[in-house]
């Protein structure tokens, strides 16, 4: 069975702090893919990342970076010098290869106080 | 990516009538989805639709109450039926770009169900 849990409910930081939101996953699969997204107020949800399961290497784009951790089961997000842009819903997600289906965890508010 | 539009935005509903939502994509996609986020919640999935067959429907939902439509590679229509106030939600279509595993949403529709 497939699952993803993200602990932190609500996250706030002020501006410029750096902010991680954590995120574990359970598989019985060996392939298989990670995501994050975001949701702003507005409701959209913006694709932020995919990660296979065969590829731990750690990505950073401008202030985000993800750390993939398969001996922990974890995919967490990190926001650098964060800014109230940034303020939204954040969801960690998880599909098997071959599946097409998106598993999520139920979100991580994150609010970036001026 | 793809562009994903839907329609209508959001609507206030009455119970016991039904709304359809439509779902458009900039191209052609094979599987579209429908997903569902209840107030505070994260995202469940509805249903996979794909062109020219039935669709499959995830466990606690069915056809009778959801639904769904897939006349052509870019547009696919779902209907929340007879509604309560507990189908209040954001529905979400989503496409994916096929062997990317990235899955790319639409605005959503904020229905609201007095």
């Known amino acids: 069975a497939q699952k993803v849990t993200q602990a932190q409910t609500e996250i706030s930081v002020v501006e410029k702090e750096d902010v991680t939101l954590d995120c574990v996953y359970e598989?019985?699969?060996?392939?298989?893919?990670l995501f994050w997204y975001k949701q702003p107020p507005s409701g959209e949800l913006v694709f932020l990342i995919r990660r296979n399961s065969f590829d731990e290497q750690n990505e950073i784009s401008g202030r985000y970076s993800w750390n993939f951790q398969k001996s922990t089961s974890s995919f967490n997000f990190t926001i650098t010098a964060s800014q109230v842009v940034d303020s939204a819903v954040y969801f960690c997600?998880?599909?098997?290869?071959?599946?097409?289906?998106?598993?999520f965890g139920t979100g991580t508010r994150l609010t970036v106080i001026p | 990516s793809a562009v994903i539009s839907q329609k209508p935005s959001r609507d206030i509903c009455q119970r016991g009538t039904s709304l359809t939502i439509q779902c458009q994509v900039d191209s052609q996609v094979t599987m579209m989805f429908w997903y569902r986020q209840q107030p505070g919640q994260s995202l469940t999935l509805i249903a996979t639709?794909?062109?020219?067959?039935?669709?499959?429907?995830e466990s606690g939902f069915v056809i009778d109450k959801f639904p769904i439509s897939r006349p052509n590679l870019t547009f696919s229509t779902l209907t929340v039926s007879n509604m309560s106030p507990e189908d209040s939600s954001i529905y979400l279509c989503?496409?994916?770009?096929?062997?990317?595993?990235?899955?790319?949403f639409g605005p959503g529709t904020r229905l609201t169900v007095t």
């Open positions: 598989t019985r699969d060996t392939t298989y893919y």
């Open positions: 989503s496409v994916d770009r096929g062997d990317s595993y990235e899955q790319y």
């Open positions: 639709a794909n062109q020219g067959s039935e669709a499959t429907y």
């Open positions: 997600a998880l599909t098997q290869t071959g599946a097409n289906n998106l598993f």
